[in-house]
């Protein structure tokens, strides 16, 4: 399959989420994002009103990482965060859901806290993605969580923080794809280093790319003899 330079940038949500983050590394990723073109800037959420007003007049978007990236606070305090985070410029956001109350199977917390966080995002008319965090998961409970997502049809399921034991991997994308029905996308994040790496996860099905090496990506695929 044949793929250019702009199609893969614009799947980028080019990444830093780190602690220690300074004013000047938000400046240098918002900088980076309309040079190569990339979809949007991913951040926690308290960058997000400096992040917007950098990115003022581009076409890339402003997402903010909510409840990340543990997931363990309660649907008041996630809802809160990202109703915040719009108040403050988010045009996507990606929120953590509650790992442990997954693996425990209680499915109907799972899909009460998707619904109050989708409906965030719905009244604002913004895009919002929900972050499993497989390599904690079975592959049943992966199901499971796609299967309330095809109900709940949040804009994108999404694999992984970067901060869990393992990142994204093409048979969890599969999955998700096919359980989380055609009206969810599927985000793949954590571990995509390389364009070799990225292009595995854009054929099992992924849409949107997290990933703070998109630069390299593309700079790899440019020396590959893309345009």
Same mark, same amino acid.
């Given at each position: 399959?044949?793929?250019?330079?702009?199609?893969?940038?614009?799947?980028?949500?080019?990444?830093?989420?780190?602690?220690?983050?300074?004013?000047?590394?938000?400046?240098?990723?918002?900088?980076?994002?309309?040079?190569?073109?990339?979809? %949007?800037?991913?951040?926690?959420?308290?960058?997000? =009103?400096?992040?917007?007003?950098?990115?003022?007049?581009?076409?890339?978007?402003?997402?903010?990482?909510?409840?990340?990236?543990?997931?363990?606070?309660?649907?008041?305090?996630?809802?809160?965060?990202?109703?915040?985070?719009?108040?403050?410029? =988010?045009?996507?956001?990606?929120?953590?859901?509650?790992?442990?109350?997954?693996?425990?199977?209680?499915? $109907?917390?799972?899909?009460?806290?998707?619904?109050?966080?989708?409906?965030? $995002?719905?009244?604002?008319?913004?895009?919002?993605?929900?972050?499993?965090?497989?390599?904690?998961?079975?592959?049943?409970?992966?199901?499971?969580?796609?299967?309330?997502?095809?109900?709940?049809?949040?804009?994108?399921?999404?694999? %992984?923080?970067?901060?869990?034991? =393992?990142?994204?991997?093409?048979?969890?994308?599969?999955?998700?794809?096919?359980?989380?029905?055609?009206?969810?996308?599927?985000?793949?994040?954590?571990?995509?280093?390389?364009?070799?790496? $990225?292009?595995?996860?854009?054929?099992?099905?992924?849409?949107?790319?997290?990933? %703070? %090496?998109?630069?390299?990506?593309?700079?790899?695929?440019? $020396?590959?003899?893309?345009?």
């Amino acid at each position: 399959m044949d793929y250019s330079l702009q199609q893969i940038a614009q799947m980028v949500d080019h990444t830093n989420l780190h602690a220690d983050a300074t004013t000047a590394d938000f400046q240098k990723l918002c900088d980076e994002a309309i040079q190569y073109g990339f979809k %949007s800037v991913a951040i926690n959420t308290y960058p997000v =009103a400096m992040c917007r007003k950098m990115l003022e007049g581009s076409q890339v978007l402003t997402g903010a990482a909510v409840g990340f990236p543990l997931g363990q606070t309660t649907i008041a305090t996630k809802t809160a965060e990202a109703e915040n985070a719009v108040k403050d410029g =988010a045009q996507e956001f990606d929120y953590v859901l509650n790992v442990g109350k997954l693996k425990e199977h209680d499915y $109907a917390y799972i899909e009460e806290e998707m619904r109050a966080l989708v409906a965030v $995002a719905r009244k604002a008319g913004i895009c919002a993605k929900v972050i499993f965090e497989t390599c904690y998961l079975t592959e049943e409970e992966i199901i499971e969580a796609a299967k309330i997502a095809s109900r709940v049809k949040p804009d994108f399921v999404k694999t %992984s923080t970067g901060f869990g034991t =393992a990142g994204a991997k093409p048979e969890h994308v599969r999955l998700m794809k096919q359980y989380a029905g055609a009206d969810v996308q599927v985000k793949a994040a954590g571990g995509i280093r390389t364009w070799e790496a $990225a292009k595995e996860m854009v054929e099992a099905g992924a849409t949107r790319l997290g990933t %703070s %090496s998109g630069i390299k990506i593309i700079e790899e695929m440019k $020396a590959d003899g893309y345009q």
